[in-house]
């Protein structure tokens, strides 16, 4: 190959495209693009939850996809690693108990505890930038809240024998 020559560098990468990121439906079957228990209905409050949860100018904390599943594992759930969303709403939706949510939230309370201590950290070493920190903290501390909320106003479904009783 020559020093200027790319055109086998252009063949390859082209080949990986072409066979990599295709959207042809035979190809589709093989890769995961979302199961049909993503689509599921969930509790009312997860789309709640999810929205103000992901959303760090609402919970002033950021919770990634390995935060999420950390949480799932120390409450020995296991969930695949997908968009941030999914993942969440998996994590709650067969909750039918109000031990399984306060679980849950405990361990989302870890995380955010943790974000808190590296803000007041930070506030501390940059002190011109505190007050934007005690801003997140702020809003870090009324998420913790929404969750006592959410388990207080949770209602347990009990199975029963007749399905279509409610």
Known sequence: MKKD???DLRAEFDKFVSDNCSLDDEKLNDQDVGDKEDEEPVPQ???ALTSKLLSPAI????L???D??????????SIPIKERTKMVRALFRHTTKKEYLQDAFNEIDKHIN???MIYQ?????????????????KK????????QTIIEDFQEIEPSSDPMAI
Not at 68 to 77: F, L, T
Not at 140 to 147: E, G, L, P, S, V
């Open 140 to 147: 870090a501390n009324n998420t913790k809240k929404m969750f």
């Open 45 to 47: 409050f997860v789309d």
């Open 68 to 77: 999420i599943k950390r949480v799932a594992e120390a409450i020995d759930e």
């Open 5 to 7: 020559d790319f055109s």
């Open 121 to 137: 950290e930070l506030g501390e070493t940059f002190t011109a930038s505190k007050d934007v920190f005690d801003e997140y903290i």
């Open 114 to 116: 943790g974000r808190i």
């Open 59 to 62: 919970s002033g904390v950021y």
């Open 64 to 66: 990634s996809r390995l």
